[in-house]
């Protein structure tokens, strides 16, 4: 795991020049601006509202989106050795946008949004190679999230108005780490021969699993109603809450699948539950980088927490690596000195990939995303984007989502919940369809195949979902030794 990492720190040696790149996409921009604009309006957006939604912030109306004629450029571009078993070439671009998007909207009040500015490092993979052309497809995405500026015009430069510039920031950041911060990704293809497709380069390994203990919170400077959040990527898990108190003990652990070539920060926000919502008490982060011994025994370290003139937080990690063969699950009695997999005690991941939502006749303003729920655990993906395929309209998927079980029960259920979700509705969305899939189901052997993915029918008011469909890749992946 410690060369893993280090291969992640890496630093380009040299920036090679990039001007004729920038000369071709000044050319080619016009068509990046109206794929760009189409997933603004089809999944920022309808984020965003949502979002507001759901925290009773109102109805959110977009009046203009532009995301104008100046294209982003291109600073440097480094190209790594390609190492002999490779199957593609890795190249890191560092990228920035001053351009003249711009956007309009209300919500309650009138305001916009403009000198957005973007910088970051954006990985492309260039592969698999081999094939009719040198490589079949190219995979592009951030390691960590880019750096994000704007300025807003109108009622948001109020502070107290319901959508302020940490706000928007929070959302366009959500937005993008879903969208294009891996383990998340955008694909193109390259050589339509080539029998891969869009949904296999978007799903990656998982390389295992982080387990999170929080242990306890010290040395506060007053009494709170203390609980903890733990944050990595897009997904936050929380602890329960201890009452008037300095210090509490939790003991709470955790499970976070991580994939391949996964270089992130966690993230501990201590907060204080008041009547209505709650407060930031203090936070603390640990780069996984610095990680790479929690293998054999863990390892517990105790942060001190930043924002706060006393506190401290104490954690542990423990990281448990997916098994080279998926087949071996622990026998009493085994004697083959083969690393094993204990279903009690190790966590079993489960990644769940949505492609394609077919026969649903979306009208306009309408948009639909999943939550999907395992366990305790529940998250959310982007909206559907809408495609024609050979004559058929239908909302493509991009996500990819890990869950880490431990124990594995029979009892779980796999739950996905299709949200449609209206632009003109200040509720909150309603659910369109339901699919609920046992854990003891999985692989499911009964269910139709096509393309790789299971094709489930959505369980709800069958006048409105006859023939609906869901396509969806269920993996299960075993961690231990």
């Known amino acids: 795991m410690g060369k893993f990492f280090s291969s992640m720190r890496?630093?380009?040696?040299?920036s090679q020049d990039a001007a004729f790149v920038n000369v071709l996409l000044a050319q080619l921009w016009p068509y990046f601006n109206s794929s760009i604009e189409e997933s603004v309006n089809e999944q920022l957006i309808p984020l965003m509202r949502r979002e507001l939604k759901a925290a009773g912030r109102g109805l959110l109306k977009i009046n203009t989106v532009s995301i104008g004629?100046?294209?982003?450029?291109?600073?440097?571009?480094?190209?790594?050795?390609?190492?002999d078993d490779a199957t593609n070439i890795t190249m890191d671009i560092d990228i920035v946008y001053d351009g003249?998007?711009?956007?309009?909207?209300?919500?309650?009040?009138?305001?916009?949004?403009?000198?957005?500015?973007?910088?970051?490092?954006?990985?492309?993979?260039?592969?698999?190679?081999?094939?009719?052309?040198?490589?079949?497809?190219?995979?592009?995405?951030?390691?960590?999230?880019?750096?994000?500026?704007?300025?807003?015009?109108?009622?948001?430069?109020?502070?107290?108005?319901?959508?302020?510039?940490?706000?928007?920031?929070?959302?366009?950041?959500?937005?993008?780490?879903?969208?294009?911060?891996?383990?998340n990704r955008k694909s193109v293809i390259i050589d339509p021969t080539a029998g891969i497709t869009t949904q296999e380069l978007s799903r990656p390994s998982p390389r295992g699993v982080m387990s999170v203990t929080i242990v306890s919170v010290k040395d506060l400077e007053e009494k709170c109603d203390i609980f903890v959040n733990v944050i990595v990527r897009e997904q936050t898990r929380t602890t329960g809450k201890v009452?008037?108190?300095?210090?509490?003990?939790?003991?709470?652990?955790?499970?976070?699948?991580?994939?391949?070539?996964?270089?992130?920060?966690?993230?501990?926000?201590?907060?204080?539950?008041?009547?209505?919502?709650?407060?930031?008490?203090?936070?603390?982060?640990?780069?996984?980088?610095?990680?790479?011994?929690?293998?054999?025994?863990?390892?517990?370290?105790?942060?001190?927490?930043?924002?706060?003139?006393?506190?401290?937080?104490?954690?542990?990690?423990?990281?448990?690596?997916?098994?080279?063969?998926?087949?071996?699950?622990?026998?009493?009695g085994s004697a083959s000195g083969q690393a094993a997999h204990d279903p009690e005690r190790q966590p079993t991941i489960f990644l769940v990939s949505l492609a394609e939502l077919r026969g649903v006749e979306a009208k306009a303003g309408?948009?639909?995303?999943?939550?999907?729920?395992?366990?305790?655990?529940?998250?959310?993906?982007?909206?559907?984007?809408?495609?024609?395929?050979?004559?058929?309209?239908?909302?493509?998927?991009?996500?990819?989502?890990g869950f880490a079980v431990k124990p594995l029960s029979s009892a779980h259920n796999l739950v996905i919940d299709i949200y449609q979700d209206d632009d003109n509705d200040e509720t909150n969305d309603s659910v369109f369809g339901t699919v609920a899939i046992p854990i003891a189901d999985i692989p499911l052997k009964g269910a139709k195949q096509g393309n790789g993915d299971i094709i489930l029918s959505l369980d709800g008011d069958v006048s409105d979902h006859q023939g609906v469909t869901l396509h969806v890749s269920i993996k299960q992946v075993n961690a231990g030794g």
């Open 10 to 14: 890496q630093e380009p040696s040299l």
């Open 69 to 83: 004629t100046k294209p982003l450029r291109i600073e440097g571009v480094q190209v790594y050795p390609k190492d």
């Open 243 to 332: 009452d008037d108190t300095k210090s509490a003990e939790f003991n709470e652990t955790f499970d976070f699948p991580l994939l391949e070539h996964d270089g992130l920060l966690v993230v501990f926000e201590v907060r204080d539950k008041g009547f209505i919502g709650s407060d930031s008490i203090g936070r603390a982060q640990v780069n996984l980088s610095d990680l790479t011994s929690a293998q054999e025994d863990g390892k517990r370290m105790t942060l001190s927490l930043a924002g706060t003139k006393s506190g401290v937080i104490d954690v542990e990690f423990r990281w448990t690596p997916v098994l080279n063969k998926q087949t071996d699950f622990k026998v009493q």
């Open 366 to 401: 309408e948009a639909y995303y999943a939550q999907v729920q395992l366990g305790a655990v529940r998250q959310d993906t982007l909206c559907a984007m809408s495609q024609t395929v050979h004559g058929e309209r239908l909302l493509s998927f991009s996500d990819q989502l």
């Open 100 to 183: 003249d998007a711009e956007g309009s909207a209300e919500l309650f009040l009138s305001f916009g949004i403009k000198n957005v500015s973007l910088r970051g490092r954006l990985r492309a993979l260039l592969g698999p190679l081999g094939g009719r052309l040198p490589f079949s497809a190219i995979s592009f995405f951030f390691m960590q999230a880019p750096k994000l500026d704007f300025d807003l015009t109108g009622a948001a430069v109020i502070a107290d108005t319901p959508l302020t510039r940490p706000g928007m920031n929070y959302l366009i950041n959500k937005y993008l780490s879903k969208a294009i911060v891996f383990p």
